[in-house]
């Protein structure tokens, strides 16, 4: 299921973010983080949750998401200090800026 994220189109299939016809690959945890706070626009989404539905049973250290959120950034050009498509809220988690808008009839897919 594809979905618009601003301007953004998100292929989380073929783990791609497009803009302007340029096709930019992530790896599958960093669009799975990003399908993760996709599913919550709007709301401060916090590191264990994110955890829990992206590593599910396997632990990995905050480095691990730290490292997905630092790909996602640089795929959609975003910065740290003034960021237009992710917010990091200290201590409690991400938060996405843009509206999502998903290309099956508007609805969030549940989890998988």
């Known amino acids: 299921?594809?979905?618009l994220l601003g301007q953004w189109l998100?292929?989380?299939?073929?783990?791609?973010?497009?803009c302007?016809?340029?096709?930019?690959?992530?790896?599958?945890k960093a669009m799975e983080v990003?399908?993760?706070?996709?599913?919550?626009?709007?709301?401060v989404v916090g590191?264990?949750?994110i955890f829990k539905e992206v590593w599910q049973e396997?632990?990995?250290?905050?480095?691990?998401?730290?490292?997905?959120?630092g790909e996602l950034r640089r795929a959609f050009q975003d910065g740290v200090h003034e960021p237009t498509v992710i917010r990091t809220i200290?201590?409690?988690?991400?938060?996405l800026l843009l509206p999502?808008?998903?290309?099956?009839g508007d609805v969030r897919p549940s989890l998988s």
Not at 10 to 18: A, F
Not at 90 to 95: D, F, H, I, T
Not at 100 to 104: G, I
């Open 20 to 28: 302007e016809g340029q096709a930019c690959h992530v790896s599958p």
């Open 90 to 95: 200290a201590k409690r988690g991400y938060l």
């Open 34 to 43: 990003l399908l993760c706070l996709a599913r919550h626009p709007g709301e």
């Open 58 to 69: 396997t632990f990995v250290s905050d480095d691990s998401l730290i490292r997905c959120v």
């Open 10 to 18: 998100i292929r989380p299939e073929m783990d791609s973010i497009v």
């Open 47 to 49: 590191k264990d949750e």
């Open 100 to 104: 999502v808008v998903w290309n099956e």
């Open 1 to 3: 299921m594809q979905f």
